[in-house]
């Protein structure tokens, strides 16, 4: 029956996986994300933010219901062989007051050959920010006002890199971020900075509310055109 899949929707977008269980969520399908997963997984960095208490490590994208995964920008059309080949890990220091990811960047994923696309790190960007600041805004979710960025260097495809953002200012609905996109390296070695940016985000004023019930009514009716609420 075509009701049941909209309630299993409607159920999954009410009750998302814990950060925990999106840790248990993703299986490498190939050789490649396989060697990708176990990379990232040994990393120092990894190691370093999973010791630390303050920090809870999640994989966000995996709370996006898998009906919908297809019809999201970076959780289904960008993500995958080639592009972003293994779902990025996330590490969310506690009070929405700063972020650390790691995500694999493919080849696919280019403005010029060889060189990731300018716009993909501003989404990178845009969605890393937001995650940082969203456990400090009453209701945990906003949408972005602005968003400024500056480019530092070209961002090699086929490569590591890691987003750090920090939350500078919370007022009410309104909080301000700062954050960087660089190279993954290794222990002593200085990072690349890829691109820099600021942005400022704003919880809408019936989030209270509203997030739930659009959230409901999109699934029961099959609406795929959602407001850009971002898992946290």
């Given at each position: 029956m075509a009701t049941v899949p909209a309630f299993q929707a409607a159920a999954a977008m009410l009750n998302p996986p814990t950060d925990e269980e999106t840790l248990t969520m993703y299986s490498p399908g190939d050789d490649i994300a396989k060697g990708i997963e176990d990379y990232i997984n040994k990393h120092p960095l990894a190691l370093e933010l999973r010791s630390m208490p303050e920090y809870s490590e999640s994989r966000p994208h995996m709370k996006i219901p898998e009906s919908q995964r297809s019809h999201n920008l970076t959780g289904g059309t960008l993500m995958g062989p080639g592009r972003v080949v293994v779902p990025p890990f996330a590490w969310n220091e506690k009070g929405g007051?700063?972020?650390?990811t790691i995500s694999y960047l493919g080849p696919d994923l280019c403005g010029h050959p060889g060189i990731v696309h300018g716009g993909f790190l501003a989404t990178m960007l845009d969605e890393g920010l937001a995650r940082c600041c969203f456990a400090a805004l009453?209701?945990?979710?906003?949408?972005?006002a602005n968003l400024n960025i500056n480019y530092r260097a070209p961002a090699l495809a086929g490569a590591y890199v890691v987003l750090r953002a920090t939350t500078t200012k919370v007022e009410g609905r309104k909080a301000w971020v700062e954050g960087r996109i660089e190279t993954l390296v290794g222990e002593g070695e200085?990072?690349?900075?890829l691109a820099e940016a600021?942005?400022?985000f704003i919880e809408p004023r019936q989030a209270a509310v509203s997030t739930s019930?659009?959230?409901?009514?999109?699934?029961?009716t099959g609406v795929q055109t959602m407001a850009r609420v971002y898992p946290v």
């Open positions: 007051k700063s972020i650390v009453p209701n945990k979710i906003g949408m972005t200085k990072p690349v900075v600021t942005a400022l019930i659009q959230g409901l009514r999109n699934a029961l």
